[in-house]
C-alpha cells in the first residue's frame, strides 16, 4: 500500500527503507529504551523514599507537591538545555544524564505523589491490625503499607513510562533523542518514512512497557486476583 | 557556567528593555504563546467532553475510550509535528494538531471517569426527582464528576503550555521561539529566560484552576 502525499506524489512510507535500516533502527530502539526507562527506575528509587517521609510527616506533603507540579510544567526541551553545562551534548556515555537526569525529575513529579496516596490509601484498619500483630513501623511498612499501596504506585509508573518514552524524542533538537533521531533526520530531508517508522516504534515501546508494568502490577499483587474483583 | 551565573544571566535577559517591545517581544510571543495553547485546548475540550460525559453516563464503550486514550498519549508530539510540517507546510496546523492530541487523552479520560463513578445514590434520587437521561447527566452527574473533569482540564492546560514551545519548531511563534533560537545560536540565556517564561505561565495557570474550580465546584463537594 502507498498513500501519495500532497508533495509531489511522493508515497508516505517507502517500505523498502525499512529493510534497509532494521539495524540502526534496532540500535536506536535500544537507546531509546535506555534513556526513557532509567528515569522511571531512578525516579521510582528516590520517590519511595520521598513519599514515605511525605506520608509520615503531613507538613512536608504540600511544599513537595508544589515543587512537583511546578516541575511537571517544565518544558523538557528547556530542562535538557539546562543539563549540557553539566553533562555534555552528544549521543553516549556521560552526555545521556542529559536526558536522563531532566526526565527522572518529571517522572518524580507523578510518581511522589502517587506514592503518597497509594500509602495514604491503607485502611486505618489495617494498619491497627498489623499494629496488633505485633509489627514495629518498618516492617510494618515494608509488608503491609507498601504492598497495598502498590496498584496507586504502578498506575504512577506507567503515566511516567508512557511519558518519558515519548518525551525521549525532544532530545533529538540537542542531539541525543533515540528515535527521534529520525524525526528530524526526514524532516530535513522532506521524507515521511523515518517520522513515520519511528512514530510508530515509539508508541509500540509505550504500550509494551505499558503491558509489562500491568504484569507486574499482577504479579506484586497476588491477593487482588482471588478477591471480588 | 554554574547554575548561579546561568540564573543571573537569565534575570539579565528577562529584565533587559529590548526584549520587552515589538515583534520579537516577550508581551507578543507571550500572547502568540496562549493564542496556541488556548486554541488546542478549547478544540479538545470540545471533543473531549461530551464524548467523555456520554460514554460515561451510557457506560458502553468505556474500554475503547480509555485504550484510545491510553494510545493517543504514547504519540510522540514532535513526530507529530514534523511529519504534519512534512506532510503540509510550515504554519498554524501542524502546530495546532500534536497539541490537540495531547490535551484529549486526560480531559476525555478524566470526564468518563468522573462521570462513571458518580454514586448510583444520587442518580436514582435525581431520578425520583423526574430527571431524564438528560437530565440527570448536566444537572447531578457532571456537576458531581466536576473536580475530576478539571483536573484533566489542568493536567491538558499545563501540558499544553509546556508543550507548545515547539510550535518555534514549526517556525511559527511562541515562546519557545527564544528556546530554538537561543539553542541555534548557543544563546543560553536565551534559553533559559524562554524557559523561566514558559515555567511561570504553567504556574499562572495552577492557580487559575484553584480558581476556577473554586468558582465552579458546587459547596457541598469542597470538602
Not at chain 2, 440527570?136 to 499544553?160: C, N, S
Amino acid at each position: 500500500m502507498t498513500l501519495a502525499a500532497a508533495n509531489g506524489g511522493e508515497p508516505l512510507i517507502r517500505w523498502d527503507w525499512i529493510g534497509d535500516h532494521t539495524g540502526q533502527l534496532a540500535d536506536l530502539t535500544a537507546h531509546h529504551l535506555k534513556l526513557a526507562l532509567l528515569p522511571i527506575l531512578f525516579g521510582l528509587i528516590v520517590a519511595i523514599p520521598l513519599g514515605l517521609l511525605c506520608a509520615r510527616w503531613r507538613w512536608l506533603y504540600p511544599p513537595t507537591l508544589g515543587v512537583a507540579n511546578v516541575l511537571y510544567g517544565l518544558p523538557s526541551l528547556a530542562l535538557f538545555m539546562l543539563c549540557i553545562p553539566y553533562f555534555g551534548i552528544g549521543s553516549g556515555g556521560r552526555a545521556d544524564f542529559t536526558i536522563i537526569v531532566p526526565l527522572t525529575l518529571f517522572s518524580l513529579s507523578v510518581l511522589v505523589p502517587n506514592v503518597v496516596d497509594g500509602l495514604r490509601s491503607v485502611p486505618d484498619p489495617v494498619r491497627q491490625a498489623a499494629t496488633a500483630m505485633g509489627f514495629g513501623t518498618l516492617r510494618r511498612l515494608i509488608q503491609v503499607e507498601l504492598p497495598i499501596a502498590v496498584p496507586v504506585v504502578i498506575a504512577g509508573a506507567r503515566v511516567a513510562a508512557v511519558s518519558s518514552i515519548s518525551l525521549v524524542s525532544v532530545g533529538t533538537l540537542i542531539g541525543n533523542g533515540g528515535l527521534g533521531q529520525l524525526f528530524v533526520d526526514g524532516y530535513s530531508r522532506d521524507f515521511t518514512t523515518p517520522i513515520i517508522v519511528s512514530c510508530v516504534l515509539i508508541i509500540v515501546l509505550a504500550l509494551v512497557s505499558d503491558g509489562v508494568l500491568v504484569a507486574a502490577q499482577r504479579l506484586l499483587t497476588p491477593w487482588a486476583r482471588r478477591g471480588t474483583r | 557556567m554554574n547554575l548561579a551565573d546561568q540564573i543571573r544571566a537569565a534575570w539579565t535577559w528577562l529584565t533587559a528593555s529590548a526584549h520587552w517591545s515589538g515583534g520579537e517581544g516577550i508581551p507578543h510571543r507571550l500572547l502568540e504563546h496562549l493564542g496556541y495553547s488556548a486554541l488546542a485546548l478549547v478544540i479538545a475540550a470540545l471533543i473531549a467532553l461530551p464524548l467523555g460525559a456520554l460514554v460515561g453516563h451510557t457506560g458502553r464503550g468505556g474500554f475503547a475510550v480509555v485504550t484510545v486514550a491510553n494510545f493517543a498519549r504514547a504519540i510522540p508530539t514532535l513526530g507529530l509535528l514534523l511529519l504534519v510540517v512534512t506532510v503540509t507546510s510550515i504554519g498554524l496546523t501542524p502546530v495546532i494538531i500534536p497539541l490537540i492530541a495531547l490535551a484529549t487523552p486526560p480531559i476525555l479520560v478524566n470526564t468518563y471517569e468522573g462521570v462513571r463513578g458518580v454514586d448510583p445514590d444520587i442518580k436514582d434520587a435525581a431520578r425520583g426527582m423526574g430527571m431524564t437521561g438528560t437530565g440527570i447527566l448536566l444537572k447531578a452527574e457532571v456537576p458531581v464528576a466536576m473536580p475530576l473533569i478539571l483536573l484533566g482540564l489542568r493536567t491538558a492546560a499545563i501540558q499544553v503550555v509546556a508543550t507548545a514551545t515547539i510550535a518555534a519548531y514549526a517556525g511559527i511563534g511562541g515562546l519557545g521561539r527564544y528556546i530554538v533560537d537561543g539553542l541555534a545560536r548557543k544563546d543560553y540565556p536565551s534559553v533559559v529566560g524562554g524557559s523561566v517564561l514558559v515555567v511561570l505561565l504553567a504556574v499562572i495557570v495552577q492557580l487559575a484552576f484553584v480558581g476556577i474550580r473554586r468558582a465552579v465546584v458546587s459547596r457541598g463537594l469542597r470538602n
